[in-house]
């Protein structure tokens, strides 16, 4: 079993190191997901949850929600 692991583990790493346009299309990737997650996250979703207390009353608040919105 770990002999598979093994030569699947040097199967994508020598893959990673013979890219040539993979490196750069993987750190485009990689910085699309940064800015989608990291920064349009603090734009666009705040925390609804921040301002409501003590953990006791975000619970009550969001089962109110809960019911409330399923009706």
Not at 15 to 33: P, S, Y
Request: charged fraction near 25%; aromatic fraction near 18%.
């Amino acid at each position: 079993m770990k002999n598979i692991v093994v030569r699947i583990f040097d199967f994508y790493v020598d893959g990673f190191r013979q890219m040539t346009w993979g490196r750069t299309l993987w750190l485009i990737i990689l910085i699309k997901l940064f800015v989608m997650f990291a920064i349009l996250k603090c734009f666009f979703f705040p925390d609804f949850l921040a301002d409501k207390g003590t953990n006791g009353e975000i619970h009550d608040y969001v089962a109110t929600e809960l019911v409330e919105r399923s009706l």
